[in-house]
């Protein structure tokens, strides 16, 4: 057994190697190289509770394709006065694990911790549900969904001026 199939249960090498880069554009505040991971019916939530609706109930985050391209611009201007100077970020992934296999999608789940520094250190932590498409060979994975459970979801949150 691989170091990554130890790390990555029933993970396709291919779609955590996908992960952990699109974890690393996030922390290197590459954010249009970002965005290129997304499907056209991305959608991008950060609930506020773990059984939350986003129908009915707030969200720190709900993004769809259309907003997820508007973050990125605001984020690629560099006047983001919450962001001046921009954090320092870098995040683990950890306990990666299949939850649904179906034709062309997989649905993994996975833990994360991001350490975020801009003139105090904040640690971030919680479950990751990244939805991936398996897309067309010339375009490769795409990522169709991403919902983050923040461990202290519901309770005072610093300002979320980056990409979790």
């Known amino acids: 057994m691989t170091s990554t ?3 990555a249960v029933g993970v396709d090498p ?3 190697a996908f992960l952990y880069r699109e974890a690393r ?3 290197e505040a590459r954010y249009s ?3 290129e991971l997304w499907d056209d019916d991305g959608l991008y939530w950060v609930p506020m509770s773990p059984d939350a609706d986003p ?3 707030l969200s720190y985050i709900y993004d769809n394709r259309r907003r997820i391209k508007s973050r990125v ?3 690629n201007t560099g006047a983001r006065h919450s962001q001046t100077p921009p954090s320092k970020m870098r995040r683990l992934l950890t306990n990666l694990e299949v939850l649904e296999r179906d034709a062309d999608t997989v649905t993994v789940g996975s833990n994360f911790v991001l350490y975020e520094y801009r003139y105090q250190m904040t640690t971030w932590a919680g479950r990751v549900i990244h939805r991936v498409r398996a897309g067309d060979p010339a375009r490769g994975p795409r990522l ?3 919902t983050v459970h923040l461990v202290n ?3 005072p949150v610093p300002t979320l001026a980056f990409l979790l």
């Open 73 to 75: 611009a605001q984020l």
């Open 14 to 16: 291919a779609i955590a």
């Open 144 to 146: 169709v969904r991403k």
């Open 33 to 35: 190289e970002w965005e």
């Open 55 to 57: 129908a009915r109930d």
């Open 5 to 7: 199939e130890t790390a």
């Open 153 to 155: 979801a519901g309770g």
């Open 25 to 27: 554009l996030a922390d």
